[in-house]
């Protein structure tokens, strides 16, 4: 996929919210963003916050023209949405359904649920499979979801779970008829919280818009979308949590950001060892057990929230030299972080220079 590809996406009409489970359902889980120079709101500023996906979420708007009230009507009633369509927690959600389909017939789904599935098949193609929203029975099997004890799979295990899992066995269908979505496998599962939040976020800046908002910040579980100026004038200020336990007043980056999406994954919290060794909860899909390179968080900055999200989680799978390779051929920004030894070594490339902060 090109970057003009990755720069033209924007989010369909509808939305997700979720169980206060979902987040524990992520392949991977999301460090904090922190608000710099905004922790508290300053008058020409509110904000209106709330929950939703099992984490928290926050809207800033500097506009004081916007209707507040109407605004949070509808964004409640977005996030309920969401929460209908994509929260596998639910048993009536749109989601589940697509899960217990086994006809060989594709499935008619709503519009915005199909849009989602296939920016997820397009994002697994931009980065060699490393963004899939199958990989839930692995998941499962190694006890980093579904409540089991952590555990390691035998390779027969594994080699049978692989096959009713991967992007290849999904098939999203757009014609006069609407979205049809297809399984070449009939126990595929698909979980898309590794790029839903990321998702929320974008549409709820599409209501803020829509209000005639102009200068703001979404942000849900530490995934943000900002649009105009902070309060004051200038771009919004947002610093990166570093993975190493430091203070929150030692950001790991601070970043100007104006009409663009960032998003933080990080594979240092949720973990087991065995017989001496680490098992991360990041899978790689080729192979079906925990990556070993060494990436412990990656941030990755773009032009939309859904896209950074999903790549945040890409980039942790991939080996950190085709991590940045995909990130230039889809002009983002990306930071990792890399354990060499008992260093963490951070790593940045020219597009997420552009948006640091003097002296970060």
Not at 114 to 134: C, H
Not at 290 to 299: D, K, L, S, Y
Request: charged share 25%; aromatic share 6%.
């Amino acid at each position: 996929m090109s970057a003009e590809a990755v720069r033209a996406y924007t989010p369909p009409v509808q939305t997700l919210t979720t169980h206060p489970g979902f987040v524990a359902t992520r392949t991977v889980l999301l460090l904090a963003v922190l608000f710099l120079a905004g922790c508290r709101p300053s008058p020409s500023v509110f904000v209106l916050d709330g929950t939703t996906m099992g984490t928290n979420y926050q809207v800033r708007i500097a506009d004081p023209g916007v209707d507040r009230d109407r605004l949070a009507t509808r964004i409640d009633a977005e996030l309920e949405e969401i929460d209908r369509q994509m929260s596998t927690w639910r048993e009536d959600s749109e989601i589940s359904a697509l899960n217990r389909h086994r006809d060989p017939e594709r499935m008619a789904v709503s519009p915005a649920f199909g849009a989602v599935v296939q920016r997820a098949v397009e994002l697994s193609a931009a980065t060699d499979g490393a963004f899939d929203v199958t990989l839930r029975p692995l998941a499962v099997a190694w006890g980093f979801q579904g409540g089991g004890e952590p555990r390691v799979p035998d390779e027969e295990e594994l080699a049978a779970l692989r096959e009713r899992t991967g992007m290849t066995r999904l098939v999203v269908e757009s014609g006069p008829g609407g979205v049809r979505i297809g399984k070449t496998h009939p126990d595929l599962q698909v979980d898309l919280s590794a790029i839903a939040k990321g998702y929320g976020v974008d549409r709820l800046a599409a209501l803020v818009r829509e209000a005639g908002g102009e200068n703001f910040l979404v942000e849900i579980g530490g995934e943000v979308r900002t649009g105009g100026e902070r309060p004051g004038g200038g771009p919004w200020r947002v610093a990166v949590e570093r993975s190493d336990g430091a203070p929150r007043s030692a950001a790991g980056a601070v970043l100007l950001l104006d009409n663009v999406a960032v998003a933080t994954s990080g594979d240092y919290i949720n973990y087991f060892e065995r017989d001496g060794r680490h098992y991360g909860h990041v899978l790689d899909p080729a192979t079906g057990r925990p990556v070993e390179h060494g990436t412990v968080a990656a941030t990755v900055v773009a032009g939309d929230t859904a896209t950074a999200d999903a790549l945040a989680t890409a980039f942790l799978v991939l080996a950190p030299d085709r991590a940045f390779e995909v990130a230039g051929n889809l002009d983002v920004g990306l930071r990792l972080e890399i354990r060499e030894g008992e260093r963490l070594v951070a790593r940045t490339n020219a597009a997420f220079d552009r948006r640091l902060a003097k002296g970060d």
